[in-house]
């Protein structure tokens, strides 16, 4: 395969350097050489046959109408941007498009959401209470992550679940979810310990979308990865 990797941040080399790991070849394009994104033209994105974005919330969007317009297939990381969702997802239908997005790549954290699920039904109504706590790195632009609101849906058995969000440092990633009562604490816990999980993830995924096309969450295909 040909993949097009949109962001060179941390996570976004890595992304490269998966994908390269995996047999792939491997085009890197940084914001500076996709201002407003112009260097995403129909001939361009025909040499591709996946593009996979970790850029931010402002630029996805940009790069994302013009990869959908011209039926490419795209894996989205980056978070923040779902207020956009249902015009994106419209536009991929229209065009024939496909489209994985996710607030999380990691197979680790997508079997908490469903443990999260099982943990609230369980308990809710038994005397507990729930919080979320998340931590990320300095530079993370959105708060909460969009891990931790995935989380606190996949918690709603438990209703509206307050959220702590910090901002320290290089922290990769950590979420709990803690049930409190009167007599215990149980405590349900992901932490990355690198973003490698997250790149791994998006390039399996990637493989995955490149020969279809449609609107995906990772949280439903996830155990389809090879």
Known sequence: ????????GKTG???????????????????????????????????FDAAIDFTTPQAVQTNLRAL????????VGTTGW????????????RRNAGMLYGTNFSVGVQLMLQLATEMTSALSGAGYTFAIEETHHATKL?????????????????????????????????HMLEAR????????????FSRRGFAEGAV???????????????????????
Request: aromatic residues 4%.
């Open 68 to 75: 959908l317009a011209n039926g490419a297939k795209v894996v």
């Open 142 to 174: 959105d708060a909460p992550s969009g891990t931790a609101l995935t989380l606190q849906q996949a918690a709603g058995a438990a209703g509206q679940v307050p959220i702590t969000s910090k901002r320290e440092g290089d922290a990769t990633g950590l």
């Open 13 to 47: 080399k890595l992304v490269a350097e998966v994908a390269h790991e995996r047999g792939h070849g491997v085009h890197v394009l940084d914001a500076k050489e996709n201002p407003g994104g112009a260097a995403l033209t129909a001939p361009f994105i025909a040499g």
């Open 82 to 93: 779902y207020d956009s969702l249902k015009d994106m997802r419209d536009l991929a239908q």
């Open 1 to 8: 395969m040909r993949i097009l990797v949109l962001g060179h």
């Open 181 to 192: 009562s009167d007599a215990d604490r149980i405590v349900l816990t992901h932490e990355s």
């Open 204 to 226: 399996r995924a990637a493989e995955w979308l490149a020969g279809r096309t449609g609107v995906y969450d990772f949280r439903d295909i996830y155990t389809q990865l090879k």
